[in-house]
């Protein structure tokens, strides 16, 4: 039942964010209902569309180390976890309340989809684990009002040398923020490889965000930060 004294929260309001502690706010009030009152009524594909890059990217039959930046209540992390059943995947979000939600997750053999869950603020230096993973994802975390060039090049610190990160950039936001020129500066210094780029909708057809498009961007770390 629609409680009618709850905030109204919509996507206006996540692509007009402002600060990690916007986000904190936003998110807390949200993760209960995000995965119905959001990904469900908007037909939000993005998270099976960038998963499905991803697989097909590595070996399945991997036993690889995987995170996920910005998992948020854990779609990504749960679609992936389909398609690389002998993968282990950690999350990563500022919000405790949507860490919590992708906590409840589960995969198809009923095991949590996620071993760990960290909170942080991916604006500040990277120092909630001691992992170097094999393979990074993330989608709906460089976005409007969210993540920008410099927090994606602060991530990669995450990767070990040859790991490899599939990352989903909003298209309006990747043009508007610099991502371009801080990909090719990071390739000029031999940080990474030079990225691929898939455009995907992010939203299925009939949705009224239908045409929103986001460059699924992936590439090799070839040197620590």
Known sequence: MRDDNKPSINLQKAYALETPE???????????????????????IYPQSIATICASLVDASSPLAILDIGCGTGIVGTCLSELLQASLIDGVDISPEMLHV??????????????????????????????????AISAGTFTHGHLGPDALINVLSTLRPGGLMVVGINKEHFGAKGFKSALQKATDSKLISAPAFTEVQIYDEGSPHYGDLALVTSFLVLSPA
């Open 22 to 44: 916007d986000s904190r706010n936003l998110y807390r009030i949200w993760a209960l209902t995000y995965d119905a009152e959001f990904a469900q009524e908007n037909d939000y």
């Open 102 to 135: 992708a906590s409840t997750k589960l995969r198809v053999d009923t095991k949590p989809v996620y071993g760990q869950l960290f909170e942080a603020d991916l604006t500040q230096p990277i120092s909630f684990s001691n992992t170097q993973y094999d393979v």
